[in-house]
């Protein structure tokens, strides 16, 4: 099944699909062993900076064969692409989906980027992802009047033919500095608006009962990156501290295995799994 069809069925369902960002094999190993166990679907997630570590070819063909590996259902996403031939270069790797953010860029220039790459995806019939509205990155301070408007948000989507939007309503990007304040009455009217499914960016350190509730409300993606890496090296460091290992085949899998633990909790949260009334 194509990605845009699957998030279509989990808009129509109530439920969100948890989108991870990977970084090597052992974070990638996590994130699928999670998947694997819970027979559930999964976006794997890459950003620019992965791209440039791992390079485009490797991080490629690395997610396939663990797809593969793991006999997990799961597509390939390209997190916060900053320009079209970025994007070009992940579709004609074989992505399945590219993000463009055009988002601190003026309105009719997020328009006009956007507009591009969907032209380009529609080559590849692959799902093109926006952001409308400031969320804030990391270092950045959060703003309010960033927020995503729902009728903004309905013109983008007219003016782009975007499958997903992610939208601001009070996420950040990184850690958190205290509990976030998520606009639910913002994101529902957007919701109610725009007929596509929408994307929560920032899902790491969101409260479960706050991201349950933005699910109720109309999210069908939801990005986590943050907490994996942290979750990965605060046990890699555990490890290496209480070790003299130099093996790091040795060293790594428990590492991996806090990826797979944390993986296996959102992915119950965000599928609805521990839906509770």
């Known amino acids: 099944m194509k990605i845009k069809q699957k998030l279509y069925q989990f808009k129509a369902e109530g439920r969100a699909i948890l989108a991870a960002n990977f970084y090597n094999f052992e974070t990638l190993s996590g994130i699928l062993q999670a998947a ?3 027979n559930e679907p999964v976006m794997l997630q890459l950003s620019e900076s992965s791209i ?15 797809l593969e590996q793991y006999e997990v259902e799961g597509w390939l996403h390209l997190d916060h692409g900053s320009s079209p031939e970025m994007a070009e270069a992940c579709l004609k790797a074989g992505f399945d989906s590219v993000m463009i953010d055009g988002s601190e860029k003026p309105f009719e220039e997020n328009i006009r980027i956007t507009r591009k790459v969907v032209q380009m995806a529609a080559l590849y019939d692959a799902n093109v992802e926006a ?10 301070e959060s703003d309010n009047d960033g927020f995503t408007s729902p009728q903004q948000a309905f013109d983008f989507i007219s003016a782009t033919g975007i499958n997903t939007l992610a939208v601001a309503i009070g996420t950040a990007h990184g850690f958190y500095k205290e509990e976030p304040k998520l606009d639910f009455e913002r994101l529902g009217s957007i919701a109610a608006i725009t007929p596509i499914p929408l994307v929560l960016h920032g899902g790491s350190g969101i409260p479960d009962k706050m991201l349950r509730e ?11 990156a943050t907490d994996s890496k942290n979750a990965f090296m605060k046990e890699l460091k555990n490890v290496l501290f209480n070790t003299d290992e130099i093996d790091l085949r040795k060293t790594f899998p428990r590492a991996t295995e806090a990826v797979k633990s944390l993986i296996i909790n ?3 949260l965000v599928s609805m799994m521990q839906l509770e009334f």
């Not at 440039?52 to 063909?61: D, E, K, M, Q």
């Not at 952001?131 to 950045?140: N, R, S, Y």
């Not at 699910?215 to 986590?224: D, E, S």
């Open 266 to 268: 959102k992915m119950q």
């Open 131 to 140: 952001e409308l509205g400031f969320i804030p990155k990391l270092g950045q």
């Open 214 to 224: 933005a699910i109720r409300r109309g999210i069908t993606k939801v990005n986590l």
């Open 52 to 66: 440039r570590y791992l390079g485009l070819h490797v991080a490629t063909s690395l997610a396939r064969a663990g």
């Open 36 to 38: 694997h166990e819970l």
